[in-house]
């Protein structure tokens, strides 16, 4: 697993502080996808399939845009740049995360992972001035660290919805390999289309008035996603 050293932000003691901004896999961007909310579902259903996992341990699932097919495998990784025009909070906030109190009504705060391969990079961006106000790119970062808190939060409802109109429904794909075989992409769920279609007005007006029909269009939109991957990897 890789280490991590979470810490408070502050402008005293990260004054000086750089964070790496490019894309590569010696940054951390090696990763065969990250979580998602369905807030950014539009945005993401744009460059990459949005599939959902079960977690065996809690039972509960989450959503996911995948980047490839295999574990360590980011085909948007193409000559230190990410080749999609938008990237998933979850991922594009990293090094930062929030942290918070024990009182839930706290404002959230700003942490740091000081381990992350990103800090520390000698032509990284500062994040404090001169004067220690936070630079544009930690305030952006701050914003974008705001709207995946939103985001979390309202995730457990969307899920809900899913589970109680059985909407969720295992999916595979045999993804080819280059001297001919074929391995399995498993243990994943999507949207179930049929069943979508199926559901009668009332429901369909009570997913839409609790806004998760737009993101749950989204994510069957997002499975034209995976033609595109395909043909990212048969060109890697």
């Given at each position: 697993m890789t280490s991590s050293s979470h810490a408070l932000l502050d402008n005293a003691t990260h004054r000086d502080l750089t964070v790496a901004t490019g894309a590569g896999a010696q940054w951390g961007d090696g990763v065969m996808g990250c979580l998602v909310v369905p807030a950014e579902f539009r945005a993401v259903a744009a460059h990459y399939p949005?599939?959902?996992?079960?977690?065996?341990?809690?039972?509960?699932?989450?959503?996911?845009?995948?980047?490839?097919?295999?574990?360590?495998?980011?085909?948007?990784?193409?000559?230190?740049?990410?080749?999609?025009?938008?990237?998933?909070?979850?991922?594009?906030v990293q090094p930062f995360l929030i942290g918070r109190t024990a009182h839930a009504d706290d404002v959230p705060q700003v942490h740091i992972d000081l381990a992350h391969p990103r800090v520390g990079a000698p032509a990284g961006q500062r994040l404090f001035d001169e004067t220690g106000a936070p630079t544009p790119y930690l305030a952006a970062k701050a914003e974008q660290l705001g709207a995946l808190d939103a985001g979390w939060r309202a995730t457990p409802a969307f899920l809900a919805a899913l589970e109680a109109h059985d909407l969720l429904e295992p999916f595979s794909l045999e993804v080819p390999l280059a001297e001919g075989s074929t391995r399995s992409l498993v243990g994943y769920h999507i949207i179930a289309e049929e069943r979508l279609a199926a559901l009668d007005g009332a429901a369909l007006g009570d997913l839409n008035v609790q806004g998760h029909l737009l993101p749950i269009y989204m994510a069957v939109a997002a499975l034209g996603r995976f033609a595109d991957l395909l043909a990212r990897r048969s060109n890697a």
């Open positions: 949005i599939v959902f996992r079960r977690d065996p341990e809690t039972g509960r699932f989450a959503p996911l845009a995948l980047f490839g097919f295999e574990q360590a495998e980011n085909l948007f990784l193409a000559d230190a740049r990410w080749d999609a025009a938008y990237v998933p909070l979850a991922h594009a």
